[in-house]
């Protein structure tokens, strides 16, 4: 079975009048070391499908499965905790939390456990030198600039070893040359961790660097002709 297979998603919302489909037939799957973008006109869906893939939202209907596991039929502590290992997310605002420092907001994933052990503050400094902030440890994210928020919230996302990480819009905010270096990091870091890697993004540039594309339409997934 694949590490990650989702068997015609949909997801719809109630309105006065008829549901508002959002999401209608999405079937996919991947496999450890696999990356894929997703691209897409705002409003199709595509943050609607990032939440279903990050067990943030449960689908009207269909099936996904991450690892062999359908969040959908875990409790809400057993929930809590799949999202915790399993998934990696990086937000387009970084979602840092202003009165940590670096070193803090990295080890916020760890925080679920406990108290971070010195083997989660290893590997969170490890991170952090690998994202190139291994002289900022201690300063909190008012002193940084996009490029090193953003760069901190990769080493977040990573730090558990999760089997997915979820990218939504990761260079988004960012000035071109900042959004390359970040984009090549990102893929570097991935294929380093062996991790699953799905990106939301509107960069033509971000979307190549991926190992395949897809774009909703019409709340389907569709090839985009030309990748890989």
Known sequence: M??????????????????LVVL????????RGESLAIVGPSGCGKSTLLNLLGA???????????????PAQLNEAALARFRNEQIGFIFQDHHLL???????????PALAAGRPDAGAT???????????????????????SGGQKE????????LNQPTLVLADEPTGNLDRSTAESIATLLKELQQEQNT???????????????????ELIDGRLEEVAGSR
């Open 2 to 19: 694949p590490t990650l297979l989702a068997q015609h998603l949909a997801k719809s919302y109630p309105t006065p009048s008829q549901p």
């Open 24 to 31: 209608s037939d999405i079937s996919f799957s991947m496999e």
């Open 56 to 70: 943030l939202d449960r689908p009207t209907s269909g099936r996904f499965e991450l690892s062999g596991t359908d």
């Open 98 to 108: 202003p009165q940590l420092t670096v070193l803090e907001n990295v080890l916020v």
């Open 122 to 144: 290893a590997r969170a400094r490890q991170l952090l030198d690998r994202v190139g902030l291994s002289d900022r440890l201690s300063h909190i994210p008012g002193e940084l």
């Open 151 to 158: 760069r901190v919230a990769v080493a977040r996302a990573l």
């Open 196 to 214: 699953l890697l799905i990106v939301v993004t509107h960069s033509e540039s971000l979307a190549a660097q991926m190992d395949s594309q897809r």
